[in-house]
């Protein structure tokens, strides 16, 4: 299985509603990483979780960490086409060293 | 601020040729990462360089190397290119390994294999 488990995998959702996305690891996480990407483009960072039970908010994306189930959680409040891309959680599973990814979530939001 | 540059946006090469992908961090950024995102397979960790050293490596072939300059500039360097190398290489540079501050990725090269 994958380190870094994320869901869903793709996400339609009505213009105006909230979805939810999940990233689930098998290790203990020194830090958390949300990014969107456009297709074919670069990763635009969107927060970092750190501590057990933060949480961060910008704009309309709120993400949270639980530390004690290795889980984080990346909630859009009344969706936007521009909220359409793909999601990707990153994770650093060892002091100071590279991340690893899940596979993402590809969010359409329907006018 | 300018953020992370790739160069070049796009490479076209045939089997068997080398490629050579830049990155420039963003100013006083030390850390300078490369990832390989290839259809299907999600985005791998390829190398990472600190202060002009390679301080971790993912599971790739020697074929694919790379260099950290004193001003903290990078290459990557891929050589006897396979069809399947043909993906986006995301450069990414952070401010901070020891605190795990934020990676910032620049718009990648794409390269492509014919």
């Known amino acids: 299985s994958q380190e870094l488990e994320q869901s869903p995998q793709s996400l339609i959702v009505q213009e105006g509603k909230n979805l939810t996305i999940n990233c689930t690891s098998s290790k203990t996480l020194y830090g958390l990483y949300w990014y969107k990407q456009k297709y074919g483009e670069g990763l635009i960072f969107l927060m970092m979780?750190?501590?057990?039970?933060e949480e961060k908010s910008h704009e309309k994306i709120t993400a949270k960490l639980d530390e004690k189930k290795q889980q984080s959680s990346l909630h859009i409040t009344a969706s936007q086409p521009s909220h359409a891309g793909i999601y990707l959680c990153g994770a650093s599973l060892a002091a100071g060293n590279k991340l690893t990814f899940g596979g993402g979530t590809r969010v359409l939001v329907k006018p | 601020e300018a953020g992370v540059t790739q160069s070049p946006t796009h490479l076209i090469k045939t089997r068997g040729q080398q490629a050579t992908l830049r990155c420039s961090p963003i100013?006083?950024?030390?850390?300078v990462y490369w990832y390989q995102q290839a259809l299907g397979l999600g985005l791998q960790f390829l190398l990472w360089?600190?202060?002009?050293?390679?301080?971790n490596r993912g599971n790739f072939p020697p074929r694919f190397s790379g260099r950290q300059f004193p001003n903290y500039s990078s290459e990557l360097n891929v050589n006897a290119l396979e069809l399947e190398d043909s993906a986006l290489y995301l450069c990414a540079s952070s401010s901070s390994w020891v605190t795990n501050q934020p990676q910032h990725f620049g718009d990648g090269t794409r390269l492509s294999i014919l």
């Open positions: 360089y600190d202060e002009g050293e390679e301080r």
């Open positions: 100013s006083g950024h030390t850390s």
């Open positions: 979780l750190q501590k057990g039970g």
